[in-house]
Protein backbone atom coordinates (compact mmCIF):
# COMPACT_ATOMS: atom_id res chain seq x y z
CA UNK A 1 0.00 0.00 0.00
CA UNK A 2 1.88 3.32 -0.73
CA UNK A 3 2.59 5.39 1.88
CA UNK A 4 0.11 8.60 1.21
CA UNK A 5 -3.05 6.23 0.63
CA UNK A 6 -5.67 7.60 3.01
CA UNK A 7 -5.65 4.23 4.93
CA UNK A 8 -1.95 4.61 6.25
CA UNK A 9 -2.75 8.37 7.48
CA UNK A 10 -6.04 7.35 9.68
CA UNK A 11 -5.55 8.04 12.85
CA UNK A 12 -6.32 5.19 15.32
CA UNK A 13 -9.83 6.64 16.92
CA UNK A 14 -10.57 7.92 13.53
CA UNK A 15 -13.35 5.65 12.40
CA UNK A 16 -14.08 5.81 8.63
CA UNK A 17 -17.90 6.96 7.69
CA UNK A 18 -18.89 6.06 4.56
CA UNK A 19 -21.37 8.74 2.75
CA UNK A 20 -23.99 6.53 2.38
CA UNK A 21 -24.54 7.07 5.87
CA UNK A 22 -26.13 10.54 4.45
CA UNK A 23 -28.68 8.32 3.50
CA UNK A 24 -30.20 7.76 7.28
CA UNK A 25 -31.53 11.68 7.06
CA UNK A 26 -32.80 11.32 3.80
CA UNK A 27 -34.69 8.40 4.40
CA UNK A 28 -35.76 10.18 7.79
CA UNK A 29 -37.16 12.98 5.74
CA UNK A 30 -38.65 11.13 3.04
CA UNK A 31 -40.86 9.54 5.86
CA UNK A 32 -42.23 13.14 6.85
CA UNK A 33 -42.89 14.25 3.57
CA UNK A 34 -45.46 10.89 3.40
CA UNK A 35 -46.28 11.72 7.24
CA UNK A 36 -46.65 15.42 5.97
CA UNK A 37 -48.62 14.78 2.66
CA UNK A 38 -51.52 12.80 4.75
CA UNK A 39 -51.73 15.19 7.50
CA UNK A 40 -52.49 18.12 4.74
CA UNK A 41 -55.24 15.79 3.44
CA UNK A 42 -56.92 16.01 7.16
CA UNK A 43 -55.47 12.60 8.09
CA UNK A 44 -52.74 12.21 10.05
CA UNK A 45 -51.64 14.68 12.78
CA UNK A 46 -49.09 17.23 11.22
CA UNK A 47 -47.06 17.68 14.22
CA UNK A 48 -45.74 14.43 13.76
CA UNK A 49 -44.17 14.81 9.89
CA UNK A 50 -42.88 18.11 11.51
CA UNK A 51 -41.36 16.24 14.40
CA UNK A 52 -39.51 13.64 11.92
CA UNK A 53 -38.57 16.75 9.89
CA UNK A 54 -36.42 17.93 12.80
CA UNK A 55 -35.36 14.76 13.89
CA UNK A 56 -34.01 14.31 9.79
CA UNK A 57 -32.24 17.67 10.24
CA UNK A 58 -30.17 16.19 13.48
CA UNK A 59 -29.55 13.34 12.34
CA UNK A 60 -27.87 15.06 9.01
CA UNK A 61 -26.19 17.58 11.44
CA UNK A 62 -24.22 14.32 13.21
CA UNK A 63 -23.40 13.17 9.94
CA UNK A 64 -21.92 16.00 8.71
CA UNK A 65 -19.75 16.55 12.34
CA UNK A 66 -18.49 12.74 11.69
CA UNK A 67 -17.85 12.99 8.38
CA UNK A 68 -15.89 16.61 8.44
CA UNK A 69 -14.03 14.98 11.52
CA UNK A 70 -12.84 12.25 9.38
CA UNK A 71 -11.93 14.10 6.77
CA UNK A 72 -10.18 16.75 8.13
CA UNK A 73 -8.17 13.77 10.29
CA UNK A 74 -7.48 11.86 7.04
CA UNK A 75 -4.95 13.04 4.36
CA UNK A 76 -6.91 13.13 1.26
CA UNK A 77 -10.30 11.26 2.19
CA UNK A 78 -12.68 13.64 0.87
CA UNK A 79 -11.01 14.02 -2.62
CA UNK A 80 -11.17 10.32 -2.72
CA UNK A 81 -14.52 10.02 -1.69
CA UNK A 82 -15.32 12.73 -4.39
CA UNK A 83 -13.22 11.18 -7.06
CA UNK A 84 -15.03 7.16 -6.02
CA UNK A 85 -16.64 6.08 -9.14
CA UNK A 86 -18.73 4.11 -6.44
CA UNK A 87 -19.18 6.20 -3.65
CA UNK A 88 -19.31 9.90 -4.45
CA UNK A 89 -23.15 9.83 -5.86
CA UNK A 90 -23.74 9.34 -1.74
CA UNK A 91 -22.28 12.83 -0.97
CA UNK A 92 -25.02 14.65 -2.73
CA UNK A 93 -27.31 13.48 -0.14
CA UNK A 94 -25.27 16.05 2.04
CA UNK A 95 -26.75 18.57 0.20
CA UNK A 96 -29.73 17.43 -1.28
CA UNK A 97 -31.15 16.11 2.55
CA UNK A 98 -31.33 20.36 3.72
CA UNK A 99 -33.77 20.97 1.16
CA UNK A 100 -36.68 19.13 2.76
CA UNK A 101 -36.74 20.37 6.23
CA UNK A 102 -35.90 24.20 4.82
CA UNK A 103 -39.03 23.94 2.60
CA UNK A 104 -41.41 21.39 4.02
CA UNK A 105 -40.49 22.36 8.14
CA UNK A 106 -38.38 25.81 8.70
CA UNK A 107 -40.73 27.63 5.87
CA UNK A 108 -43.94 27.06 7.76
CA UNK A 109 -42.28 28.65 10.56
CA UNK A 110 -39.94 31.34 9.22
CA UNK A 111 -40.61 32.09 5.14
CA UNK A 112 -38.03 34.26 4.65
CA UNK A 113 -35.52 31.81 6.47
CA UNK A 114 -37.05 28.63 4.84
CA UNK A 115 -36.99 29.78 1.63
CA UNK A 116 -33.34 31.14 2.08
CA UNK A 117 -32.04 27.89 3.54
CA UNK A 118 -33.76 25.78 0.98
CA UNK A 119 -32.24 27.89 -2.00
CA UNK A 120 -28.79 27.98 -0.69
CA UNK A 121 -28.77 24.01 -0.67
CA UNK A 122 -30.76 24.10 -3.79
CA UNK A 123 -27.92 25.90 -5.21
CA UNK A 124 -25.53 23.70 -3.81
CA UNK A 125 -27.02 20.65 -5.07
CA UNK A 126 -27.03 21.92 -8.57
CA UNK A 127 -23.49 22.73 -8.66
CA UNK A 128 -22.45 19.48 -7.04
CA UNK A 129 -24.68 17.80 -9.63
CA UNK A 130 -22.41 19.52 -12.88
CA UNK A 131 -19.14 19.18 -11.36
CA UNK A 132 -20.11 15.17 -10.24
CA UNK A 133 -21.71 15.36 -13.97
CA UNK A 134 -18.65 16.87 -15.29
CA UNK A 135 -16.09 14.46 -13.37
CA UNK A 136 -18.40 11.52 -15.01
CA UNK A 137 -17.63 12.80 -18.44
CA UNK A 138 -13.58 13.75 -17.63
CA UNK A 139 -12.78 10.77 -15.25
CA UNK A 140 -12.59 7.29 -16.54
CA UNK A 141 -15.95 5.14 -15.42
CA UNK A 142 -15.98 1.42 -15.93
CA UNK A 143 -19.75 0.13 -16.94
CA UNK A 144 -20.01 -2.30 -14.26
CA UNK A 145 -19.50 0.53 -11.15
CA UNK A 146 -22.99 1.97 -12.30
CA UNK A 147 -25.67 1.40 -10.25
CA UNK A 148 -28.92 3.15 -9.05
CA UNK A 149 -27.18 5.34 -6.97
CA UNK A 150 -26.02 7.56 -9.68
CA UNK A 151 -29.37 8.74 -9.40
CA UNK A 152 -29.08 10.59 -6.26
CA UNK A 153 -27.19 13.70 -7.78
CA UNK A 154 -29.27 15.18 -10.48
CA UNK A 155 -32.23 12.99 -10.74
CA UNK A 156 -33.04 12.97 -6.47
CA UNK A 157 -31.68 16.22 -6.35
CA UNK A 158 -34.01 17.75 -9.22
CA UNK A 159 -36.91 15.90 -8.26
CA UNK A 160 -36.63 17.19 -4.64
CA UNK A 161 -35.75 20.96 -5.58
CA UNK A 162 -38.88 21.06 -7.63
CA UNK A 163 -41.13 19.83 -4.79
CA UNK A 164 -39.45 21.88 -2.72
CA UNK A 165 -39.41 25.37 -5.15
CA UNK A 166 -43.13 24.44 -4.77
CA UNK A 167 -43.52 24.73 -1.26
CA UNK A 168 -41.85 27.76 -1.00
CA UNK A 169 -43.64 29.48 -3.75
CA UNK A 170 -41.02 29.70 -6.50
CA UNK A 171 -42.52 28.12 -9.47
CA UNK A 172 -40.66 28.46 -12.17
CA UNK A 173 -37.73 27.91 -10.57
CA UNK A 174 -39.67 24.50 -9.57
CA UNK A 175 -40.53 23.96 -13.19
CA UNK A 176 -36.69 24.51 -14.26
CA UNK A 177 -35.91 21.70 -11.57
CA UNK A 178 -38.17 19.16 -12.54
CA UNK A 179 -36.78 19.62 -16.21
CA UNK A 180 -33.47 18.57 -14.57
CA UNK A 181 -34.24 15.72 -12.62
CA UNK A 182 -36.38 14.47 -15.33
CA UNK A 183 -34.06 14.69 -18.13
CA UNK A 184 -31.21 13.31 -15.79
CA UNK A 185 -33.50 10.68 -15.37
CA UNK A 186 -34.51 9.15 -18.58
CA UNK A 187 -30.63 9.62 -19.78
CA UNK A 188 -29.24 7.96 -16.48
CA UNK A 189 -32.41 5.12 -15.91
CA UNK A 190 -31.53 3.97 -19.78
CA UNK A 191 -27.38 3.42 -19.10
CA UNK A 192 -28.43 1.96 -15.26
CA UNK A 193 -31.30 -0.15 -16.60
CA UNK A 194 -28.60 -1.39 -19.40
CA UNK A 195 -25.94 -2.12 -16.83
CA UNK A 196 -28.44 -4.11 -14.69
CA UNK A 197 -30.07 -6.18 -17.53
CA UNK A 198 -26.80 -7.18 -19.39
CA UNK A 199 -23.83 -7.14 -17.13
CA UNK A 200 -22.90 -8.94 -14.23
CA UNK A 201 -25.01 -8.57 -11.04
CA UNK A 202 -24.24 -5.79 -8.31
CA UNK A 203 -22.42 -7.00 -5.59
CA UNK A 204 -24.54 -7.89 -2.73
CA UNK A 205 -23.86 -4.33 -0.28
CA UNK A 206 -25.13 -2.30 -3.57
CA UNK A 207 -28.19 -4.82 -4.11
CA UNK A 208 -30.21 -2.37 -1.84
CA UNK A 209 -29.49 0.58 -4.31
CA UNK A 210 -32.46 -1.62 -6.75
CA UNK A 211 -34.81 -0.31 -4.27
CA UNK A 212 -33.71 3.25 -6.09
CA UNK A 213 -35.51 2.24 -9.15
CA UNK A 214 -38.72 2.85 -7.45
CA UNK A 215 -37.76 6.28 -6.98
CA UNK A 216 -37.70 8.51 -9.46
CA UNK A 217 -41.40 7.89 -11.18
CA UNK A 218 -42.86 8.56 -7.67
CA UNK A 219 -40.40 11.42 -6.68
CA UNK A 220 -41.21 12.83 -10.34
CA UNK A 221 -45.09 12.59 -9.54
CA UNK A 222 -44.82 14.40 -6.15
CA UNK A 223 -42.56 17.08 -7.49
CA UNK A 224 -45.41 17.78 -10.36
CA UNK A 225 -48.41 17.49 -8.59
CA UNK A 226 -46.64 20.11 -6.43
CA UNK A 227 -46.64 22.39 -9.19
CA UNK A 228 -49.19 21.71 -10.88
CA UNK A 229 -52.08 21.19 -7.89
CA UNK A 230 -53.63 18.08 -6.31
CA UNK A 231 -55.14 16.79 -9.98
CA UNK A 232 -54.41 13.53 -12.15
CA UNK A 233 -53.76 14.38 -16.02
CA UNK A 234 -52.35 12.34 -18.87
CA UNK A 235 -48.30 13.37 -17.75
CA UNK A 236 -49.34 12.14 -14.02
CA UNK A 237 -50.61 9.01 -15.80
CA UNK A 238 -48.00 8.57 -17.37
CA UNK A 239 -45.62 8.88 -14.61
CA UNK A 240 -47.92 6.19 -12.56
CA UNK A 241 -47.41 4.08 -15.14
CA UNK A 242 -44.28 3.78 -15.04
CA UNK A 243 -44.00 3.79 -11.55
CA UNK A 244 -46.44 0.78 -11.25
CA UNK A 245 -43.64 -1.71 -13.22
CA UNK A 246 -40.94 -0.73 -11.04
CA UNK A 247 -42.69 -1.35 -7.67
CA UNK A 248 -43.78 -5.07 -9.43
CA UNK A 249 -40.28 -5.33 -10.38
CA UNK A 250 -39.43 -5.72 -6.75
CA UNK A 251 -40.86 -8.77 -6.25
CA UNK A 252 -38.52 -10.76 -8.01
CA UNK A 253 -35.99 -8.89 -6.18
CA UNK A 254 -37.55 -9.84 -2.68
CA UNK A 255 -35.57 -13.28 -2.70
CA UNK A 256 -32.12 -11.25 -3.26
CA UNK A 257 -33.08 -8.54 -0.78
CA UNK A 258 -34.09 -11.38 2.03
CA UNK A 259 -30.51 -12.66 1.92
CA UNK A 260 -29.06 -9.98 2.43
CA UNK A 261 -27.05 -9.01 5.57
CA UNK A 262 -28.11 -5.80 7.43
CA UNK A 263 -25.82 -2.82 6.67
CA UNK A 264 -25.71 0.89 6.33
CA UNK A 265 -26.68 0.21 2.58
CA UNK A 266 -30.01 -0.85 3.77
CA UNK A 267 -31.21 2.84 4.23
CA UNK A 268 -31.69 2.73 0.23
CA UNK A 269 -34.61 1.17 0.81
CA UNK A 270 -35.84 4.33 2.89
CA UNK A 271 -36.29 7.40 1.05
CA UNK A 272 -37.53 5.01 -1.88
CA UNK A 273 -40.52 4.02 -0.50
CA UNK A 274 -41.40 6.89 1.31
CA UNK A 275 -41.64 8.51 -2.08
CA UNK A 276 -44.06 5.79 -3.35
CA UNK A 277 -46.19 5.85 -0.36
CA UNK A 278 -46.01 9.49 -0.87
CA UNK A 279 -46.99 9.25 -3.90
CA UNK A 280 -50.03 6.70 -2.88
CA UNK A 281 -51.25 8.98 -0.74
CA UNK A 282 -51.71 11.57 -3.68
CA UNK A 283 -53.34 9.46 -5.88
CA UNK A 284 -55.54 8.03 -2.87
CA UNK A 285 -56.79 11.26 -1.80
CA UNK A 286 -56.96 12.93 -5.04
CA UNK A 287 -59.34 10.02 -7.02
CA UNK A 288 -60.52 8.53 -3.78
CA UNK A 289 -61.55 5.31 -5.25
CA UNK A 290 -63.43 2.80 -2.81
CA UNK A 291 -61.93 2.53 0.54
CA UNK A 292 -59.45 4.71 -0.51
CA UNK A 293 -58.29 5.67 3.05
CA UNK A 294 -57.75 2.29 3.50
CA UNK A 295 -55.12 2.42 1.16
CA UNK A 296 -53.90 5.66 2.37
CA UNK A 297 -53.19 4.57 5.61
CA UNK A 298 -52.05 1.23 4.77
CA UNK A 299 -49.50 2.84 2.42
CA UNK A 300 -48.23 5.03 5.60
CA UNK A 301 -48.23 2.47 8.11
CA UNK A 302 -46.40 0.22 5.88
CA UNK A 303 -43.61 2.99 4.95
CA UNK A 304 -43.21 4.03 8.65
CA UNK A 305 -42.52 0.84 9.60
CA UNK A 306 -40.26 -0.39 7.04
CA UNK A 307 -38.18 2.78 8.18
CA UNK A 308 -38.70 2.53 12.18
CA UNK A 309 -37.38 -1.01 11.69
CA UNK A 310 -33.93 -0.03 9.59
CA UNK A 311 -33.50 2.62 12.28
CA UNK A 312 -33.84 0.04 14.94
CA UNK A 313 -31.38 -2.30 13.59
CA UNK A 314 -29.29 0.43 13.05
CA UNK A 315 -29.42 1.63 16.37
CA UNK A 316 -28.97 -1.52 17.71
CA UNK A 317 -25.80 -2.46 15.27
CA UNK A 318 -24.35 0.82 16.50
CA UNK A 319 -24.11 0.02 20.02
CA UNK A 320 -23.60 -3.63 19.65
CA UNK A 321 -20.35 -2.55 17.72
CA UNK A 322 -21.49 -5.29 14.98
CA UNK A 323 -23.85 -5.03 11.58
CA UNK A 324 -22.81 -1.57 10.76
CA UNK A 325 -19.22 -1.93 9.59
CA UNK A 326 -16.22 0.34 7.94
CA UNK A 327 -15.15 -1.09 4.99
CA UNK A 328 -12.09 -0.05 3.01
CA UNK A 329 -11.41 3.72 2.91
CA UNK A 330 -11.16 4.39 -1.04
CA UNK A 331 -11.31 2.20 -3.56
CA UNK A 332 -13.93 1.51 -6.17
CA UNK A 333 -15.20 -1.24 -4.32
CA UNK A 334 -15.35 0.04 -1.05
CA UNK A 335 -19.29 -0.18 -0.56
CA UNK A 336 -19.55 -3.46 -1.88
CA UNK A 337 -17.23 -4.62 0.69
CA UNK A 338 -19.06 -2.60 3.68
CA UNK A 339 -21.41 -5.79 3.73
Known sequence: MPADHPENTRPATVRRVPLNLFGMAFGIAGLAVTWLTTARYGHAPLWAGRALLAVS????????????RYALSVRGAFAADLTDPVAAPFASLAVITPM????????????????????VFLVLTVLFGGWLTGQWIYGSLNLDQLHPGYFLPTVAGGLVAAAGAA???????????????????FILGSMIL??????????PALYPTLAIEVAPAAVATVAYLSLRGPHVDVFAAILAGYGVLMVLAQLRLLPAFLRLRFAPSFWAFTFSWAAVATGVVHWTQILRPPGYL???????SAVTLLIAGIAARTVLAAFSGGGVRTGPPHTSTALAEEH
Not at 57 to 68: D, G, K, P, S
Not at 100 to 119: E, K, M
Not at 167 to 185: D, E, K, P, S
Request: hydrophobic fraction near 55%; aromatic fraction near 14%.
Open 57 to 68: AVVWAITVVRYA
Open 100 to 119: LPAAQGLHAYDSRAGTIVFD
Open 167 to 185: AVGQRTLGYAMLGLGLICW
Open 194 to 203: ARLFFRPALP
Open 294 to 300: IYTYAAL
